[in-house]
């Protein structure tokens, strides 16, 4: 069974610019989640989606957002990039079979940005 | 808010150690615990979870972690340390009614496991 998958791998960007990561979740997980890692705030929650619909957020500004679609494939956007955003932005996917039964979240190798 | 601290940035261990790394937790609610390992350039495996039950959770690798509600603690163990464990570590907490969801994690700042041959 194929595992979380993020593309691309590295991206560099001009700060100013936009930028689109995309995350393919394993094969019947439903719930993604985005995270940012930098070396001085760590990981950092930034959205989860389930179903299409956004189910919570991180607090980020308006700027990062993100969308889920029907596959359960998910793309996050980041507008304006500031040289802050350089980081590694990690995709995880989870089952969630039940709601009351939490299932392991899944995580990809990331996307790293660089902002220059 | 929760929070999560891990004592030690960096912890070095000679190979065939005791491994002990420490996680503390704030949380208003009985959180779900979770401990992570991260390999350079890769993303984030779970190790073991504890959500609810037994106190003493053991997971992959040989690690193993005890929830102490009394002391807010998830400390992590191994009896002994390979080569193979070098890596960073992450502890989390999840409130498990936070909106619904369960993946909402809050991480600490991590600890970098050296082992020495």
Not at chain 1, 41 to 60: A, D, H, P, V
Not at chain 2, 35 to 62: D, R
Request: aromatic share 12%.
């Amino acid at each position: 069974k194929a595992g979380v998958t993020q593309t691309p791998r590295y991206l560099i960007k001009t700060r100013g610019q936009q930028v689109t990561l995309s995350c393919s979740p394993i094969s019947g997980h439903r719930s993604v989640s985005w995270y940012q890692q930098t070396p001085g705030q760590g990981l950092q929650f930034l959205f989860e989606y389930f179903s299409e619909t956004q189910r919570n957020k991180g607090n980020f500004p308006g700027r990062f957002s993100g969308r889920q679609f029907s596959n359960s494939r998910s793309e996050m956007n980041v507008s304006t990039l500031e040289l802050g955003d350089s980081a590694l932005y990690l995709c995880a996917s989870s089952l969630e079979a039940s709601r009351t039964i939490w299932s392991p979240l899944h995580f990809g190798n990331g996307t790293r940005l660089t902002v220059t | 808010a929760q929070s999560v601290t891990q004592l030690g940035s960096h912890v070095s261990v000679s190979e065939g150690a005791l491994v002990l790394l420490r996680c503390n937790y704030s949380s208003s609610v009985p959180p779900y615990l979770f401990w992570y390992v991260q390999y350079p350039n890769q993303g984030l495996q779970l190790l073991l979870k504890y959500t609810t039950g037994a106190t003493l959770v053991k997971g992959i690798n040989g690690f193993e972690a005890e929830f102490k509600k009394s002391e807010t603690s998830f400390h992590l163990t191994k009896p002994s340390a390979h080569m193979s464990d070098a890596a960073e570590y992450f502890c989390a907490v999840s409130d498990p009614n936070s909106g619904g969801s369960n993946y909402k994690l809050t991480f600490g700042k991590g600890t970098l496991l050296t082992v020495n041959p």
